[in-house]
């Protein structure tokens, strides 16, 4: 089944003079300094920063309540003064606000909503409820850290601010190979984030859909057996039926300690190679030195012999 036609709407093209609202609807920052950096990174693009009402909240290992990050999250959704909403960082706490989120404030705001790794709950939610165009993409705190690269930081402001179409993601600017695992050609929109948090929204009113969909996957570095067994459960529960394709990151399996290892490679190949679906591993995406920015939602070609992800056009409206 091919949904490359069910176009989403795009969140608007930001431009100098712009006011963004930052949230933190998952881990807090450590030190302050990581927030200011990243306002100061922001304000270097010509953009203005609004602060939700409890970004430096802290409960724990999350950055408030559940009903306060939430708040933030309906609020400057809401906020018809903010173009577009770039999340504090990730972390953990992001899937406990499923039940907390606004649908009726995603369905009324179409805009870009910014962040990764536990974020990908809202991008899940931008999708669902608003059918919007979202950006997997470092957040605040990668904006402004000075070890986040030049090349993921300019993925995203191209992302944000181009009207032009977006293009590749990837190659990796010091390692451009990319393995071929199944090879083949898709076109499909763009889908997916970190795997453990797609996993954990199985069986929620946030399941992801990936029919059609070019359906992309990373993670942070885990013993092996957690990486297999996240992408097990997905494949089991079905949710690959129907993709149009699949690409991986450049994940990482640590060693666990066992008799044996398989790397993360290794564990792609036996658990997804056998869905015949165009499959690469290696593209800069998520928990890695380099970060391509991904437009969730967007139209994309993938080609799984030269190793290439292109989206095919401009992926923010005018307005």
């Known amino acids: 089944m091919s949904r490359a036609d069910d176009a989403p709407r795009k969140p608007a093209r930001l431009r100098e003079g712009d006011t963004v609202g930052v949230v933190a609807p998952a881990s807090s920052w450590e030190s302050r300094s990581e927030l200011l950096r990243g306002i100061a990174g922001l304000e270097a693009w010509g953009l203005k920063v609004k602060l939700g009402a ?18 933030d999250v309906n609020a400057i959704l809401s906020d018809p003064d903010v173009k577009a909403v770039v999340c504090l960082q990730g972390g953990y706490g992001t899937p ?19 962040g990764y790794s536990d974020l990908t709950t809202l991008h899940l939610a931008a999708s669902r409820w608003g059918n919007v165009v979202s950006f997997y993409s470092n957040g605040v705190t990668g904006i402004g850290a000075p070890e986040v690269t030049d090349f993921s930081k300019a993925s995203l402001r191209r992302a944000l601010f181009s ?29 997916g984030g970190c795997a453990g948090l797609l996993t954990s929204a199985i069986g929620t009113r946030l399941q992801p859909d990936f029919r059609g969909r ?15 067994g996240i992408l097990t459960h997905l494949r089991n529960a079905g949710l690959f039926d129907g993709a149009a394709g699949i690409v991986v990151g450049d994940i990482k399996a640590k060693w666990s300690g066992g008799i ?23 593209l800069p995406i998520g928990h890695n030195k380099h970060h391509a920015t991904v437009p969730l939602g967007a139209l994309a070609t993938l ?3 030269s190793g290439s992800l292109i989206v095919e056009e401009v992926v923010t409206a005018d307005r």
């Open 303 to 305: 080609d799984a012999v």
């Open 163 to 191: 009207d032009e179409p977006y293009g590749s993601i990837g190659p990796n600017p010091d390692d451009p190979y990319v393995r071929t695992i199944v090879g083949g050609r898709a076109t499909g929109r763009l889908a």
């Open 96 to 114: 406990r606000l499923i039940p907390l989120l606004d649908e009726d404030a995603f369905r009324a705001n179409p805009k870009a909503i910014c």
């Open 260 to 282: 044996a290892e398989l790397s993360a490679e290794d564990i792609v190949e036996e658990v997804l190679a056998p869905l015949g679906l165009p499959l690469i591993f290696g």
């Open 54 to 71: 409890h970004v430096n909240d802290r409960h724990g290992y999350m950055a408030g309540r559940d009903e306060d990050r939430a708040a």
């Open 214 to 228: 070019i359906v992309i996957l990373e993670e942070i570095e885990n013993e092996g057996y957690i990486l297999d």
